[in-house]
């Protein structure tokens, strides 16, 4: 029996756990660029936490024919009217895909293809993602309580910033009326 060996990383309830994961935290203060409402921005602590990302990373970063594995929590809340929400990326090798599936509360996930042409998908406990290549994504969260999900990505995919920080996505998702709402970003 001693060649059997236990996994090196785990997912019990909703932390992984193990040597091989990697831990984010981004603060108000580190999301600049990605909230419309510049002046709501200003008025919010810098040091409030929007989200944590716990990933697995089996293999090195760039290896071609790997997976990574990830766990994003956001918090409750909005920054004016926009709800939290991740940096949002491309990837950097353009066609890599990408599945995410929603674990807890509720949200959006917001994709915007090459052409700049925005919409989104509902998240829930259960719901199933499929992230096409050449499609930026973001989540937002949309509840009263924590949004988790899923992610399983190409360990060479890698994150392409740049455009979104710069240009944003075409539309933002806001609260109004009490509902989530796609508009366009003036
Ligand atoms: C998911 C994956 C990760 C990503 C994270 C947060 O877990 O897509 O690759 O880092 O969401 O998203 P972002 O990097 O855009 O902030
Ligand atoms: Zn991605």
């Known amino acids: 029996m001693n060649n059997i060996l236990l996994p090196v990383a785990g997912f019990s309830g909703r932390q992984l756990t193990g040597n091989k994961i990697n831990k984010?935290?981004?603060?108000?203060?580190?999301?600049?660029?990605?909230?419309?409402?510049?002046?709501?921005?200003?008025?919010?602590?810098?040091?409030?936490?929007?989200?944590?990302?716990?990933?697995?990373?089996?293999?090195?970063?760039?290896?071609t024919g790997g997976l990574f594995f990830g766990i994003t929590f956001i918090q409750p809340g909005k920054v004016g009217d926009e709800y939290f929400m991740t940096k949002g990326h491309f990837h950097k090798i353009a066609d890599r895909a990408e599945f995410y599936w929603g674990i807890e509360g509720e949200g959006m996930l917001i994709l915007m293809d090459k052409y700049r042409k925005t919409w989104a998908e509902k998240m829930y406990p259960g719901s199933l993602h499929y992230i096409d290549g050449y499609t930026a994504h973001r989540t937002a969260n949309t509840g009263a309580s924590v949004l988790s999900f899923g992610a399983c990505w190409p360990s060479d995919a890698g994150h392409d910033y740049?455009?979104?920080?710069?240009?944003?996505?075409?539309?933002?998702?806001?609260?109004e009326n009490g509902q989530p709402i796609l508009i366009d970003r003036k």
């Open 24 to 63: 984010t935290v981004r603060k108000i203060g580190d999301l600049k660029t990605i909230f419309s409402d510049q002046a709501a921005y200003g008025d919010t602590s810098p040091d409030k936490i929007v989200y944590e990302v716990e990933s697995y990373l089996p293999v090195k970063e760039g290896t």
């Open 162 to 175: 740049d455009s979104i920080s710069q240009r944003g996505f075409s539309k933002i998702l806001v609260q």
